[in-house]
């Protein structure tokens, strides 16, 4: 059989996200479900990307694919469905259509149109192999239901209705799963980055979370478990890659002390020569300098850590179950050992000025490299969803991006938005704080320099939007009510 994998481009491209200025990861997601099927089926993966616009439509009708499936979070549940709709429109019913990935797996009811024939709910690699198999053996579409992870269009009596398999099991050592199937994104390869830190690959070395974070799903995703690869499967998979930058996708890698001391005992042993970067909590940061200095010996160039806010009650509200206390040490601790922080800090739409001029505050304080800050936003599946959706002025998935409000704000919208918009300029002087870094780590700064040139191009065209206030208005103009402060006429919401 024919398999397509599609990874959906941003819905507007120039907008703010993360892939268009700072962060574009290579699609795992796709990578790892081919890696399953590959030798038995014929499959092709399009990163749209990096694609032009038409491919998409070129590829399906060369290709002709018996099966397409697209990825998403929530941000571009809407790019993967009309992934899906072109599908069916150049194809016909003859091609099956599945979406996967975190948005459909939190929302599956979101995805049950009439282009998806299935969802992929939790991780990937069996399901979709399971279902290749079972339509590529002549199996009847109507008949999935022994397919577990599965969410189908299934006829019935009164119509068209998803139906539910049980869940797939989580239990499958990570070491067993095959390697990801780069060799079918080889013509994007080179291209993506971190900042300046390009080429760059990715790799994810465990899946789970063992935090409750309230705005955070990643512990339900994974039904509270959390797996580890082994050391030696991660070490292989680094000496596996080309790139010289390897960014490791775990939601918090700075899990547990026991397997990074085997981690770095086989890095130290193997030495693979790469430079890498984690996610992690800043409470094991400040908590165990010791192995952060091996890390950074070991390679280890950046730490994403998701800070939050300085302010003790809000890390209380949010579960994070951390205190002011790491941030601040770990962000000195990094700071000293030559690691680049990029630290996540969260504004509430109840924010007023003063709070805003509090978290700049405390972002210069820390001397973060790289502050990105975002709007509390309750995302599909968290406890945040579900306490306070009743609040939402849209569900809209497209304003799920964490850089627009979806709940009223305390201020008036735009000038929330001006507040907002500040950011970047604010916290300028906490960026320019780590230039030293540069020379502290030569080797390091060497091989990030031919990166510098499109950062900066990319981070120059990116601050038109950053930095304008009405740009996010104008974003959200046919959608947010005009009453909870938006451009959206009274009459249009009743009419919607
Ligand atoms: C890398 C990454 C990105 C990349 C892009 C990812 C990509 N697709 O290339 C970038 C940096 C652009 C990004 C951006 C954002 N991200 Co992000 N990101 C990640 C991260 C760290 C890794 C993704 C990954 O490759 N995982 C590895 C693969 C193997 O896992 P997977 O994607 O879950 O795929 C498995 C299954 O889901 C399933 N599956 C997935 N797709 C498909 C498709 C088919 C057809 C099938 C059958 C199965 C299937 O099978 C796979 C194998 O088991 C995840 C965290 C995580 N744990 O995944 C967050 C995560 C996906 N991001 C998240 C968020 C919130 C964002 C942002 C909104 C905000 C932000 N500041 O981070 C932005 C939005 C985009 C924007 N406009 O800025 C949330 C999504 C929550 C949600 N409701 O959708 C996550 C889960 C983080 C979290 N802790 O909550 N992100």
Same mark, same amino acid.
């Given at each position: 059989?024919?398999?397509?994998?599609?990874?959906?481009?941003?819905?507007?491209?120039?907008?703010?996200?993360?892939?268009?200025?700072?962060?574009?990861?290579?699609?795992?997601?796709?990578?790892?479900?081919?890696?399953?099927?590959?030798?038995?089926?014929?499959?092709?993966?399009?990163?749209?990307?990096?694609?032009?616009?038409?491919?998409?439509?070129?590829?399906?009708?060369?290709?002709?694919?018996?099966?397409?499936?697209?990825?998403?979070?929530?941000?571009?549940?809407?790019?993967?469905?009309?992934?899906?709709?072109?599908?069916?429109?150049?194809?016909?019913?003859?091609?099956?259509?599945?979406?996967?990935?975190?948005?459909?797996?939190?929302?599956?009811?979101?995805?049950?149109?009439?282009?998806?024939?299935?969802?992929?709910?939790?991780?990937?690699?069996?399901?979709?192999?399971?279902?290749?198999?079972?339509?590529?053996?002549?199996?009847?579409?109507?008949?999935?239901?022994?397919?577990?992870?599965?969410?189908?269009?299934?006829?019935?009596?009164?119509?068209?209705?998803?139906?539910?398999?049980?869940?797939?099991?989580?239990?499958?050592?990570?070491?067993?799963?095959?390697?990801?199937?780069?060799?079918?994104?080889?013509?994007?390869?080179?291209?993506?980055?971190?900042?300046?830190?390009?080429?760059?690959?990715?790799?994810?070395?465990?899946?789970?979370?063992?935090?409750?974070?309230?705005?955070?799903?990643?512990?339900?995703?994974?039904?509270?478990?959390?797996?580890?690869?082994?050391?030696?499967?991660?070490?292989?998979?680094?000496?596996?890659?080309?790139?010289?930058?390897?960014?490791?996708?775990?939601?918090?890698?700075?899990?547990?002390?026991?397997?990074?001391?085997?981690?770095?005992?086989?890095?130290?042993?193997?030495?693979?020569?790469?430079?890498?970067?984690?996610?992690?909590?800043?409470?094991?940061?400040?908590?165990?300098?010791?192995?952060?200095?091996?890390?950074?010996?070991?390679?280890?160039?950046?730490?994403?850590?998701?800070?939050?806010?300085?302010?003790?009650?809000?890390?209380?509200?949010?579960?994070?179950?951390?205190?002011?206390?790491?941030?601040?040490?770990?962000?000195?601790?990094?700071?000293?050992?030559?690691?680049?922080?990029?630290?996540?800090?969260?504004?509430?739409?109840?924010?007023?000025?003063?709070?805003?001029?509090?978290?700049?505050?405390?972002?210069?304080?820390?001397?973060?490299?790289?502050?990105?800050?975002?709007?509390?936003?309750?995302?599909?599946? =968290?406890? /945040?969803?579900?306490? %306070?959706?009743?609040? #939402? @002025?849209?569900?809209?998935? *497209?304003?799920?991006?964490? &850089?627009?409000?979806?709940?009223?704000?305390?201020?008036?919208?735009?000038?929330?938005?001006?507040?907002?918009?500040?950011?970047?300029?604010? =916290?300028? /002087?906490?960026?320019? %704080?780590?230039?030293? #870094? @540069?020379?502290?780590?030569? *080797?390091?700064?060497?091989? &990030?320099?031919?990166?510098?040139?499109?950062?900066?191009?990319?981070?120059?065209?990116?601050?038109?939007?950053?930095?304008?206030?009405?740009?996010?208005?104008?974003?959200?103009?046919?959608?947010?009510?005009?009453?909870?402060?938006?451009? *959206?006429?009274?009459?249009?919401?009743?009419?919607?």
């Amino acid at each position: 059989m024919k398999l397509l994998l599609v990874q959906p481009a941003p819905f507007e491209h120039g907008r703010m996200g993360l892939e268009n200025a700072l962060w574009l990861s290579e699609p795992v997601a796709l990578t790892s479900i081919a890696a399953m099927v590959k030798g038995r089926h014929e499959v092709r993966i399009l990163d749209m990307r990096l694609e032009e616009d038409g491919v998409l439509a070129r590829v399906l009708a060369d290709f002709r694919p018996d099966v397409v499936g697209a990825s998403c979070m929530t941000t571009d549940a809407y790019q993967a469905q009309a992934v899906c709709y072109a599908a069916k429109s150049i194809l016909g019913d003859a091609v099956f259509t599945i979406v996967g990935g975190h948005h459909p797996t939190l929302a599956p009811e979101a995805h049950d149109i009439a282009a998806i024939d299935a969802v992929c709910i939790g991780e990937g690699e069996e399901t979709f192999a399971e279902l290749c198999d079972h339509l590529a053996a002549g199996g009847s579409r109507d008949d999935l239901g022994a397919i577990a992870g599965l969410a189908w269009r299934a006829a019935s009596p009164t119509g068209t209705q998803q139906r539910r398999n049980p869940n797939r099991s989580q239990a499958r050592s990570l070491d067993t799963f095959p390697l990801p199937a780069r060799e079918l994104i080889s013509s994007y390869l080179g291209r993506y980055f971190f900042a300046a830190a390009t080429p760059l690959a990715s790799i994810q070395t465990s899946r789970g979370c063992a935090y409750d974070c309230n705005f955070c799903a990643i512990w339900e995703f994974y039904e509270r478990k959390v797996r580890f690869l082994s050391a030696a499967a991660i070490v292989d998979r680094m000496e596996a890659v080309a790139e010289k930058f390897i960014f490791f996708l775990d939601d918090n890698f700075l899990s547990h002390r026991g397997r990074i001391e085997e981690f770095l005992a086989e890095l130290e042993r193997r030495k693979p020569g790469k430079f890498w970067m984690i996610q992690g909590r800043t409470d094991f940061i400040a908590q165990h300098p010791d192995l952060m200095k091996r890390m950074r010996d070991a390679g280890l160039c950046m730490v994403l850590s998701g800070y939050e806010t300085n302010d003790e009650g809000t890390l209380a509200a949010l579960k994070k179950d951390n205190l002011r206390e790491n941030n601040l040490k770990a962000a000195a601790l990094l700071r000293k050992l030559g690691i680049w922080t990029t630290g996540i800090f969260m504004t509430r739409p109840d924010f007023e000025a003063k709070d805003f001029e509090a978290m700049w505050a405390a972002i210069r304080e820390m001397k973060i490299s790289i502050p990105l800050v975002v709007i509390h936003t309750p995302l599909p599946g =968290t406890q /945040g969803w579900r306490a %306070e959706r009743h609040t #939402l @002025l849209t569900e809209d998935a *497209r304003f799920f991006d964490l &850089l627009h409000a979806v709940q009223r704000t305390r201020l008036p919208r735009e000038e929330f938005y001006r507040q907002y918009a500040r950011w970047n300029q604010a =916290t300028m /002087g906490s960026s320019r %704080e780590s230039l030293p #870094l @540069l020379f502290k780590r030569p *080797r390091l700064t060497a091989a &990030l320099l031919k990166g510098v040139p499109t950062f900066v191009e990319r981070l120059k065209s990116l601050r038109r939007v950053i930095e304008d206030p009405q740009s996010y208005l104008r974003d959200e103009a046919d959608v947010i009510p005009r009453e909870a402060g938006g451009a *959206r006429r009274e009459e249009e919401i009743a009419a919607a």
